[in-house]
C-alpha cells in the first residue's frame, strides 16, 4: 500500500514470503513480478508454472541473484527454463568492479558475456546495476534488447559508482 500511495506501480522481487506477497499484491491491484526461485533449482519449473498462473498482475521471471552467488549447474537450470518457456531473464551485472574482475578471472569473460553464452538472454530480460559493462557487454545488450535497471540509492550506499545512463 506504501508504494501505491506513493505512485509506485510495479515492484520487481527476488527475496522472502514470495507466495505471501504475490497474493496481498493481487488483492491491492499490484503489478507483482518475481525473479528468482525460492528454493532448489530443481522445483523452478513447479514454483514458475504456480507464480504465472496466479494472477495476470503477478508473474515470475526466470532469474539469479547473480553470477558470484550462483553455480555454473544452477545457471543451466536457469538457461533450460528461459528456453523452454521463452521467458525473459534478469539478475545483478556488473555491480562492482571486482564482482565484474572475478567473473572474468573465473570464466574469461564478463557476467554478461557469461549469461549469454548461456543463453540467458535469448528471450530478453536485463540486469540490475550494470556499472561496469564492457562496450561489447553494451552491444549484448542492445542485441538482446535488454534492460538496465539502475540502482543509483544502492550504488551510492556501496560507493560502487553508478551505471552510465546517459550513455546506454
Avoid: W
Avoid at 130 to 136: A, E, G, I, R
Amino acid at each position: 500500500m506504501e508504494y501505491l500511495s506513493g505512485g509506485t506501480t510495479a515492484a520487481f522481487d527476488m527475496y522472502y514470503f514470495r507466495y505471501l506477497n504475490a497474493q496481498s499484491a493481487i488483492d491491492c491491484g499490484f503489478r507483482y513480478v518475481l525473479c528468482g526461485t525460492n528454493g532448489a533449482p530443481e522445483t523452478v519449473e513447479e514454483e514458475y508454472v504456480r507464480v504465472n498462473a496466479m494472477h495476470p498482475l503477478v508473474s515470475l521471471i526466470p532469474s539469479i541473484h547473480a553470477g558470484y552467488t550462483t553455480s555454473l549447474e544452477d545457471m543451466e537450470i536457469i538457461a533450460e527454463l528461459v528456453q523452454r518457456h521463452k521467458a525473459p531473464f534478469f539478475t545483478h551485472i556488473s555491480e562492482t568492479m571486482a564482482q565484474t574482475q572475478e567473473c572474468i578471472d573465473r570464466r574469461g569473460m564478463t557476467p554478461t558475456e557469461h549469461y549469454e553464452s548461456l543463453g540467458l538472454f535469448d528471450y530478453g530480460g536485463g540486469g540490475y546495476h550494470c556499472v561496469y559493462l564492457s562496450d561489447h557487454d553494451a552491444e549484448i545488450f542492445k542485441r538482446h534488447d535488454l534492460s538496465v535497471v539502475s540502482c543509483p540509492a544502492s550504488n551510492a550506499k556501496l560507493g560502487n559508482g553508478f551505471a552510465p545512463v546517459a550513455e546506454m
